[in-house]
């Protein structure tokens, strides 16, 4: 069965400090793979996904991810944090077919101090 | 509507009664997804249903869960005798084929 591994479950950092968070699935097949956000207060968000093409994938607000697909793994990075990306993120994945389930880490919490 | 819509926003019940929330998707997705986010659990996946198939439940905790989707629509989890740890926030979320999911607000359960 696949999952989904967020080591990290609280991070903080100062604004302008680099982030990168970990994910990690298992599933041997080809796999579709997301990073969602959840503000305080709202609705978890899509930051951004990678289906197939380019490993290096660029989301919304600065965000990028890169599919390492010999490692397993689908790491959020940016280069330079903000206040406002005070946040919890969940890594997701789905079997490569998109009529298979979607499954979430446990979260990341990211604390930025202003 | 816009999005997806759950209700009711909140929901306090007594320990060993039933419960129904619901999940109004978005006008034309084919799937349905509902989860459990407990504080520092992240989302615990518990019931999928994609078009017409049979949906996939493997995720349900215990047989007192349960899910329908009426007319490929509204979709209902009924949680029967509730416990306590049951308490959570239950998010539903849809997606069309390409499988980007957008989810709605939640249900915040309390079983006191």
């Known amino acids: 069965a696949q999952s989904v591994s967020q080591h990290n479950h609280h991070v903080i950092l100062s604004e302008a400090a680099s982030l990168e968070l970990g994910c990690n699935y298992s599933y041997g097949g080809t796999v579709n793979l997301f990073w969602y956000v959840q503000y305080p207060g709202q609705h978890l968000q899509l930051l951004l996904k990678y289906f197939s093409g380019d490993p290096l994938v660029k989301g919304i607000k600065g965000f990028e991810a890169e599919f390492i697909k010999s490692k397993f793994s689908f790491n959020l990075r940016k280069p330079s944090v903000q206040w406002s990306d005070t946040a919890e993120y969940f890594c997701a994945v789905n079997a490569g077919s998109s009529a298979s389930k979607i499954i979430f880490g446990s979260g990341t919490r990211l604390s930025i101090r202003p | 509507g816009a999005g997806v819509s759950q209700s009711p926003s909140n929901k306090v019940t007594e320990k060993g009664k039933d419960v129904e929330l619901r999940c109004d998707p978005i006008?034309?997705?084919?799937?349905l997804y509902w989860y459990r986010q407990s504080l520092g659990q992240g989302l615990e996946f518990l019931i999928y249903f994609q078009g017409n198939s049979a949906p996939d439940k493997s995720g349900l905790p215990s047989d007192r869960f349960s899910a329908e989707r009426t007319g490929g629509s509204v979709s209902t989890l009924t949680i029967q005798r509730t416990q306590q740890e049951d308490s959570a926030v239950y998010l539903c979320?849809?997606?069309?084929?390409?499988?980007?999911?957008?989810f709605g607000p939640g249900t915040r359960l309390t079983v006191l």
């Open positions: 006008s034309g997705h084919t799937a």
């Open positions: 979320a849809s997606s069309s084929l390409v499988a980007t999911q957008y």
